[in-house]
């Protein structure tokens, strides 16, 4: 059964349909990775998966249970919401990382404060997430004093932390210099490597090849066509992905 | 070096000029005084009031100012040939807008004080000013006298003659063996202190007979008097004291009225009844 | 210049402000827990709660002081609440700058990028921990100056409680000039009292601003 399971999700924003019904099923271990143009509703696809938008239509399944609403169809109280984000990561295009702690504590907040750990043992599973994302040096900075590489790992880091069951990556290297580009995706790689069911939209075709179990071309609200990195990159079936291809080598 | 001294030199003379103007801007003030013609040309004359005084001086339903002070000053006015004005103010600062030329009298019951004498030049007395106290209806078998208002609270009005009198009624209580006023609140209007005195926040309030008459009247069955409070005083109309020509017109206007009647006519309609007013300004201790 | 009304008049009007200092001590240590409890109350994801506090902001924001003041003294004892005159200011003040006290927090809060709440919500926190452990302590440099405007508000409005009999420094001012006939003098005075006691606050403002951590 697949770990995550998207069934014709529809998203409207103030009467433009965005996603007009999207299905998707991402299974245990998997990277999927979204390519397509802008404004062709990955990353709103993305953000309705933990709510951060809430679908008009369809449901998201993470194993068997609904997210975002009960089975009955009725929104879920705070409490439980807020429990359910918490199964899922999600890193940033701007990092966003909470401006007022240090690398260690901003990593070391979820699992205080959600998981409800103790504050030495969630101090103690951010270093080890950080030294994942190998930050180890730099736990006591504010995100100010680090540059844009190293406050994108500590947002993959602050997601590890949590041991989420699925990580969403909204184009995380979209807002970085060139030359940091590489230790980010070093990072998402290596979770990929390492059999974390991950859905990355990113822009990076790079990485794409290299790290995608499954590549997804997304175009106009719609899933175009999908496939393992070489059926859609080498041989891409619709005129539309080869239109998009295209472009991109030129 | 001339260029040196000379702004020196300014800034000297700048200097002193501001310190003058600031040490002067009392005396400053003080043109020479207003002559009759001066006022026969504005075609007015300006009068500081309080206008929540009944009945010497407050507002009618419409807006419009009404008294015995009204109807007096229209009568001298009227033999000048001139306006009166009425300009309310608060009452705390009459006679520092005075002296800022707001206007060129005051009325309202002024009432005599040594350290106003000082300050302002008075007319002859033109209305009684002696003090009465206000106290609930509910008190009136209980206080019957000021020595009942041993360990109450009194309400005063800023800058009112209770107000001047007050310490020198404490120091009568305590003399006579009791503890003296518990504590005294002063509001910046007489209204102010009588909605005190309806909710309990005071128990007694000083003002002059007659205005405590029309509270009676105008609030029948909530309040009471209690009188003989302090000694006799009366009110004069103030000028500034440069303004000579003008308090000595008012004198002859209000000595007139007393002989023609006029004072008696007025005294009837706004008080009902005739008041004993000397034909000096009292002397005061 | 007279100076010797100066020199009479500096220990009266000493215990004037002794009286102002108090009733505005009172009044902002009661205003600030107030306002600021409001204006978690205007981010509370409870709309009745959001739209009670608005009516509330609302309606101190839109009467002057000084009716504030005689509602609280004159009006409220028709029904049975009665405070004497240095409560009844402390209340007024207090009421009044809780109203504005809340637009500043919650407005500070707002101010934050969106972005924060968005990765808090993202870990699974909760509506109350994002506000007390993400948004506020990002918004203290940003209600500080505002906050110190409105404290500075609330000092100067207590000048209005002499009109309730309240013996603070202006009434104690009212009171020599309604003898002494000095008001350029006693004026002058007071308004250096004030001016001493806000230059207090304003410094003590800028110490917290310089010691908060930047970020």
Known sequence: MPLLTIDRLCKRFDGKTILPSVSLSVGHGETVVLIGPSGSGKTTLLRCINFLETPDEGTIRLGSQRIGVSESGRALPEAELARQRSRFGFVFQRFNLFAHLSALDNVAAGPQRVLGLSRSAARERALRALEQVHLAQHVGKRPAQLSGGQQQRVAIARALAMEPDVILFDEPTSALDPELVQEVLDVIRDLASSRMTMVVVTHEMGFARNAAHRVVFMDGGSIVEQGTPSEVFEHPREERTRRFLQHLRT | ??????????????????????????????????????????????????????????????????????????????????????????????????????????????????????????????????????????DQKS??????????????????????LEPRLDAQLKSAGGTGFKEVKTFDDHPAAYMALAEGKVDGVLNTLPTLALVLKNAPGRYAIVKGIGADNWAGIAARTDDTALIAFVDQQLHQFKSDGTLHTLQQKWFGFDMHLPDAIPVLS | MDWSIIVMAMPILAVGLLATLKVCLAAIAIGIVLGFALGF?????FRAVRIAVLAYVDFVRGTPLLVQIFLVYFALPVIGINFDEYWAGVIALSLNAGGFICEIVRASMQSIDRGQTE????????????????????????????LTNELISLIKGSALLSAISVYELTHAGQEIIATYFSPFEIFLLIALYYYALISALAWLSRYLERRLPQF
């Open chain 2, 1 to 138: 070096m001339s260029e040196r001294f000379s702004r020196r030199h300014f800034l000297q003379r700048a200097g002193a000029g501001a310190a003058l103007l600031v040490a002067g801007l009392p005396r400053l003030a003080l043109a020479a005084g207003l002559t009759l013609d001066e006022i026969k040309k504005a075609g007015v004359l300006r009068i500081g009031c309080e206008a929540t005084y009944p009945p010497l001086t407050y507002r009618d339903t419409s807006g419009t100012m009404i008294g015995y002070d009204v109807d007096l000053a229209n009568a001298f006015c009227r033999n000048l040939g001139v306006k009166a004005e009425f300009i309310d103010t608060v009452w705390s600062g009459v006679i520092p807008s005075l002296y800022t030329k707001k206007f060129d009298l005051v009325m309202s019951s002024l009432s005599y004080t040594a350290e106003r004498e000082k300050h302002v030049d008075f007319s002859v007395p033109y209305v009684e000013a002696s003090q009465a106290m206000l106290i609930r209806a509910s």
């Open chain 2, 143 to 164: 206080v019957t006298s000021l020595t009942a208002m041993n360990g109450k609270v009194l309400g005063l009005k800023l800058g009112s003659p209770g107000q001047i």
């Open chain 3, 41 to 45: 109350g205007a981010l509370s994801r």
């Open chain 3, 119 to 146: 990765a808090a919500q993202s870990i699974g926190m909760r509506h109350r921990q994002i506000i007390l452990h993400v948004l506020f302590p990002q918004a203290w440099r940003r209600i500080l100056p505002p």
